[in-house]
């Protein structure tokens, strides 16, 4: 059979995914030519990496070389060596000009992966969107970046890519996660919406929607049966969960979310939350614990009245996670460090009324009639510059934790300020 043949019946058999027929083909291609067909060792050496046989495609590779000195570098970094595919990319690109992007692309993937190579795989991937850009590309920019904690050039390469990707599910569920990770919820919201749009069945753009838990819910058993070890599935099934005040359910979501990602500060701090509406002081105080060790600048914040509204994120101090572990060790009877938990979490977050409540009502019941009536006041004060921000919350308005000033006040002897009731 003559060699332009037999290529094209090798490239037919092995589009098919017609392996076996190919090989033997190949097999006898090689036996007439005596080993000099580029194309049928070439193709040999892809059936033999896509069947996991890496060596074997190595070797066969580097005997392509010898014809044409191309393609070992993909093989060595599959095995791990990324400085000698890097070498070997950088005879590609002597052969081939540096107008390829996949190569500059691929130089990038291996610097990425050595130490101290997070600038060289940048440059790399600069010069690979340069000439051709591409998602993936953008992609692995974005991770590079927030590796290193810089969410803004992470999220503006995400944004980038979108402008020649503007339809693409998986960019705009990673811009939504990177800005739900910097703080920025209403924008993540946004983009994360988009993403379901181009893709419903989408597990990492899934996220209980400004309370409506039943919708949430309804999407989480649809992806879990495509995406069973999702965390962010989990942590936010159990939120929509806490949020109908079906505890139990909550911690068993959260739970199986912190078993597959067991670093995720934000599942340990909605596990203390659970165990606290619970009545499990100790464990909320060893998850909420975990959660400011784990993330001491980035702490979650709870939206809505009478804590029962789903958790939602914010970029602040964590003194909602101390705020609560003062509640957690008031309950468990260590009066000292529920009064310094509270006062912690005041000094990070002066604004915020419900810590002064909870330390007037704690001072309160350890007989300090002055140290209460002075966090009572400042409960008062915070309070009523939070109903006049322009922000406000829904949570500075309270009206459990309104009758609670009030009776506490009354056990004091002290008048309520005209509006705080």
């Known amino acids: 059979m003559e ?47 896509h069947r996991g046989r890496i060596a074997d495609s190595l070797r066969l590779f580097q005997q392509a070389t010898a014809l044409n000195p191309h393609n070992v570098g993909r093989s060595l970094a599959l095995l791990g060596k990324h400085s000698q595919a890097i070498e070997v990319y950088d005879e590609a690109q002597k052969l081939a000009g540096h107008q390829d992007w996949e190569l500059w692309h691929a130089k990038g993937l291996c610097h990425a992966q050595l130490e101290g190579g997070h600038e060289a795989a940048l440059e790399c991937f600069a010069f690979a969107n340069a000439i051709q850009p591409n998602d993936a590309t953008y992609q692995r920019i974005s991770e590079l970046h927030a590796a290193r904690g810089d969410h803004g050039p992470a999220a503006a390469a995400l944004m980038e890519a979108l402008e020649h990707s503007p339809d693409s599910a998986d960019l705009l569920a990673s811009l939504g996660l990177l800005l739900l990770r910097s703080g920025d919820a209403q924008r993540a919201f946004d983009q994360l919406g988009t993403s379901l749009l181009h893709e419903p069945r989408g597990a990492r753009a899934i996220l209980a929607d400004h309370g409506d838990h039943d919708a949430a819910l309804v999407k989480y058993r649809v992806v879990a049966a495509v995406e069973p070890d999702c965390p962010q599935l989990w942590n936010n099934a159990g939120a929509a969960f806490y949020g109908k005040q079906r505890y139990i359910a ?130 008062w004060e915070a309070a009523a510059a939070r109903r006049g921000a322009p922000d406000a919350e829904e949570g500075c308005q309270d009206p459990d934790a309104a009758e609670a000033a009030g009776a506490l006040a009354r056990a004091l002897g002290l008048a309520v300020p005209s509006g705080a009731q």
């Open 250 to 379: 909550a911690i068993a979501c959260l739970k199986r979310a912190a078993y597959l990602a067991p670093l995720e500060w934000v599942t340990a701090y909605n596990l203390g939350l659970a165990h606290l509406a619970t009545g499990q002081a100790a464990s909320a105080f060893h998850h909420l614990s975990a959660a400011v060790n784990l993330r001491p600048d980035f702490a979650p914040r709870q939206a809505g009245g009478s804590g029962r509204a789903a958790v939602v994120w914010a970029a602040r101090a964590p003194a909602r996670s101390y705020g609560l572990m003062g509640v957690a060790l008031a309950r468990l009877d260590d009066p000292d460090n529920a009064r310094a938990a509270y006062a912690r979490a005041a000094a990070l977050d002066p604004g915020e009324p419900s810590f002064r409540l909870n330390h007037a009502v704690l001072l309160h019941s350890l007989g300090d009639a002055g140290g209460a009536a002075a966090q009572l006041g400042a409960y």
């Open 3 to 49: 060699a332009s043949r037999s290529n094209a019946l090798i490239h037919q058999l092995y589009v098919r995914q017609e392996y076996d027929e190919c090989l033997k083909l190949v097999d006898s291609v090689l036996a007439e030519t005596g080993g000099q067909c580029e194309h049928a060792i070439y193709v040999k050496a892809l059936i033999e990496r």
